[in-house]
């Protein structure tokens, strides 16, 4: 069936520092792409989306690249911070199918 | 304006007892879906309601099920609880369902099965 692959699955980066995480889907037909945080305690928050008909999008410090062609896609955050500390899932949609990496735990060092 | 609510926050509950949980979607959302969140299998998405109808079904047993209301508000239930069950279950609205709309995440409602 289809499935998102997402690495690493830890990622500790000294802060200031640039965090990449990478997510891989196996359905060409997805469409969408958003990225998910989630701080302890809470639930999931939307940080940045990309649809398939772009290649990359940036807000602020996150961008977010696609990739059709290989079927993957990347998280960018640059000059990270310790509020960046958090899970991060990627998710990929095709009409009302939704299916989640298993999420990266990103730790900024001191 | 007001994010997706759930209720209760926290629970504990005994094996081979039900549970109720409850979500308010955004105003205006249409769409609800609930995912089951553990430490080891990730967001895994249970179902999803759409103007009172279920839309689409999750691989969970027919243990676990929903309804949504007129309102929009949804309930799952949860009977006969095993231990496998704690877990965080998390509700998602969206304007409309399907075709790549955004989902808003509640906060979610901690289940502990003793």
């Known amino acids: 069936g289809e499935n998102v692959e997402q690495h690493p699955s830890t990622l500790s980066v000294q802060e200031g520092d640039s965090a990449v995480i990478k997510c891989t889907y196996s359905d060409s037909a997805s469409n969408y792409f958003p990225w998910y945080k989630q701080e302890l305690g809470k639930g999931p928050q939307l940080i940045i989306d990309?649809?398939?008909?772009?290649g990359e999008k940036k807000d602020q410090r996150i961008a977010v690249t696609l990739n059709k062609t290989a079927k993957h896609f990347s998280l960018h955050i640059t000059e990270t911070q310790p509020e960046d500390s958090a899970v991060y899932f990627c998710?990929?949609?095709?009409?009302?199918?939704?299916?989640f990496g298993k999420g990266t735990r990103l730790h900024i060092l001191p | 304006k007001a994010g997706v609510t759930q209720t209760p926050r926290y629970l504990i509950k005994t094996r081979g007892q039900q549970v109720t949980l409850s979500c308010s979607p955004i105003s205006g959302h249409r769409s609800v879906s609930w995912y089951q969140q553990t430490p080891g299998q990730g967001l895994q998405f249970l179902f999803e309601?759409?103007?009172?109808?279920?839309?689409n079904k999750g691989n969970f047993p027919g243990r676990f099920s929903g309804r949504q209301f007129s309102n929009s508000r949804s309930e799952m239930n949860v009977s006969t609880l095993e231990l496998g069950d704690s877990a965080l279950y998390l509700c998602a609205s969206s304007l409309v369902a399907g075709d790549g709309n955004t989902i808003y995440f509640g906060e979610g409602s901690w289940l502990t099965v003793v």
């Open positions: 309601y759409f103007s009172e109808t279920q839309r």
């Open positions: 998710a990929a949609t095709r009409d009302d199918k939704i299916i």
């Open positions: 990309i649809r398939s008909n772009v």
